[in-house]
């Protein structure tokens, strides 16, 4: 028994399988995977691998590159000399459920349960579910979502709403800086990011409808994973993931001109923000450039402090200010 890999690219539709290679398989038997909704953590059982006799449970991570750690033995008295297997894992990442033969049970395969030690934990993760709507109708839309890791330019998931209903649910990864992304072919791209720190807490999951606008002039969006340095307008490479959503964008609607507004919190002169702002819209405009977007399609323009959206008296508050915008000013 080898454990295999297969992705479901459309709805019931299945890739090829593919072996997941030596480092997890061996010439004796691999078998009842878990795959953790971190969407990188791997536990199976395996007689293969230096255990303890019979089946051990192991636990490998996939690595940035799609190749596999080497796996870990969970080590005594999770494993024994018995079988261990089908083990399950919380969304929290901190309890685990699997099922043994060892002493001191009531016959046959039993299942228990255990806390996991720090080094053999998943990254916990939560999920955000709600519906997708028209902003004007409220009708519900059948929209497509993406969850993308901004450090490694990864996509991690991806799913639909109901067209029906606009229902939608996600798993969201802690310890990871990642963004979403809501696109609809007849509708302004709708973004978020999350960067949850990495807790073995349960998490509380986020509740959220989302509303989508149609691109009609007048229509804004906050960009909200364009990232500079303190003081900086050069645009950071975790950017570019959302900045070529917004390529894709002005590529399918080639009759949307935009205007792409620098804001700023209110620490520093008026002077000095209008300048820094006006730059950093700058900086984004020209990576649209430079991709080959007319740049009659493009204006920036640096509001500085004059335009806030939340109060400055808090440092969340000034982190929301401090935003990338984009308006649509002929469609």
Not at 7 to 21: A, C, D, K, S, W
């Amino acid at each position: 028994m080898d454990i295999w890999k297969t992705e479901m690219i459309e709805e019931g539709v299945f890739t090829e399988p593919v072996n997941l290679g030596d480092i997890i398989n061996t010439p004796c038997d691999e078998a009842a995977p878990f795959i953790h909704p971190d969407g990188s953590s791997l536990y199976f059982a395996s007689d293969g691998h230096p255990g303890m006799g019979g089946m051990d449970i192991f636990y490998a991570m996939l690595l940035p590159d799609d190749s596999w750690s080497e796996p870990i033995n969970m080590g005594y008295p999770i494993n024994t000399f018995k079988d261990e297997i089908n083990i399950f894992i919380n969304a929290a990442g901190n309890t685990a459920y699997y099922a043994s033969n060892k002493e001191g049970g009531y016959g046959g395969m039993d299942i228990y349960y255990f806390t996991l030690d720090e080094h053999l934990r998943p990254n916990p993760v939560t999920y955000m579910k709600g519906k997708i709507k028209d902003k004007e109708t409220g009708e519900p839309l059948g929209a497509n979502l993406e969850l993308i890791d901004l450090d490694y330019n990864k996509l991690i998931t991806a799913t639909s709403s109901d067209p029906i209903t606009g229902d939608y649910m996600l798993s969201i990864r802690t310890g990871s800086n990642v963004l979403l992304n809501i696109s609809h072919p007849f509708y302004l791209f709708f973004s978020e990011n999350f960067k949850l720190k990495r807790s073995a807490t349960e998490l509380q999951p986020f509740l959220r409808d989302i509303y989508l606008k149609k691109p009609e002039v007048g229509s804004s969006l906050v960009l909200k994973n364009i990232f500079f340095d303190f003081n900086q307008s050069d645009l950071k490479p975790e950017s570019f993931v959302e900045l070529d959503i917004l390529f894709d964008f002005l590529q399918k609607n080639k009759s949307v001109t935009i205007e792409i507004g620098g804001h700023t919190d209110d620490l520093g002169s008026e002077e000095y923000n209008n300048k820094l702002s006006l730059e950093r819209a700058k900086s984004v405009s020209q990576y649209l450039i430079d991709k080959k977007i007319d740049t009659n399609r493009i204006t920036y323009k640096g509001y500085g402090k004059s335009q806030p959206i939340e109060s400055n008296d808090t440092e969340e508050g000034r982190a929301a200010n401090r935003r990338t915008e984009i308006k649509i000013i002929g469609n």
